[in-house]
């Protein structure tokens, strides 16, 4: 099972309303992840700044001493924002060297996402529970994505629920299982990717944050893995500046789209873009198997 949604905003029309709507979208895949939920927001932030955003699994650990002792490992200020048992890390220090140091000396957590403008929350429970608990609806930017997770395969945890971030600003959402996945991380860890699931989607989420970390565009990087990644899957992907959606040849997995002059919806199953608005002025496909689709936020 499992609901992928995410939400692209072409013009800035929506801006102020992209929190709410992808909330209303999410909630229209509850029944096909009742288990956990996630989502990750663009809102084109500072920048000359960092966000980290890390998951705390101990509450014993103490915030900000370890927002201090980040300081002092990157040499630069690092502030701290506490969201129930999310923290985010912004600094105007190295953002890899960030995540990489909390993955390797800070017990307790799990790093969500890092990057400029992206920051990501995910919780077992009811994904309309999860997106109140984090306030997705007050949320602002330029795009989003969330997922509703069925655990079929794997137990149910809040580190093994989507959305996945391994590389600056680049997200994705799965909906279907890769075959070569425990090979493939091999390959990443040694072309230095980290990895702090099972989750087979972390590992699509690194290999195309390694593509883009070594100069591919992100067509390019959803071309190599049609021969790459072996499985079934429908992806949707955020970056820095724009949305991909990518399915396997087979294209077993459901998919919509949905685009107007403000923004391309993907989702699921259709009810969910059927609460945006100006719906009914929308050109709607089925996205085509092995095909990239991008979209790229105007310069």
Known sequence: MCGIVGLFLK?????????RLTAVMLHEMRERGPDSAGFAVYDQGDSERTRITVLVTDDSINRRQTADELEAELGAEVTLREIHDHAVFETTGDGRAARQWLIDNVTGIDVLSYGQQIELYKSVGDPDLVASRYDLASRRGTHAMAHTRMATESAVT???????????????????????????????????????????????AGYLAWKLRTGDTIDGALTSALTDLD??????????????????????????????????????????????P???????????????YSWSLAS
């Open 11 to 19: 013009t800035p029309i929506y801006h102020e309303e992209l929190g």
């Open 158 to 204: 809040t580190n093994g629920s989507h959305p996945f971030v391994t590389g600056a600003d680049t997200c994705l959402v799965h909906n279907g299982s890769l075959s070569n996945h425990n090979q493939l991380r091999e390959r990443l860890a040694q072309r230095g990717e980290s990895f702090q699931t099972e989750n087979d989607s972390e590992v699509a």
């Open 231 to 276: 499985g079934f899957y429908t992806f949707a992907i955020g970056v820095k500046n724009g949305f991909a959606i990518l399915r396997d040849p087979i294209a077993c997995k459901p998919a919509v789209v949905a685009e107007t002059d403000d923004w391309v919806a993907m989702s699921s199953e259709f009810r969910a873009i059927a609460q945006l």
């Open 278 to 292: 100006d719906v009914s002025h929308a050109e709607i496909f089925e996205p085509e198997p092995s095909r990239v």
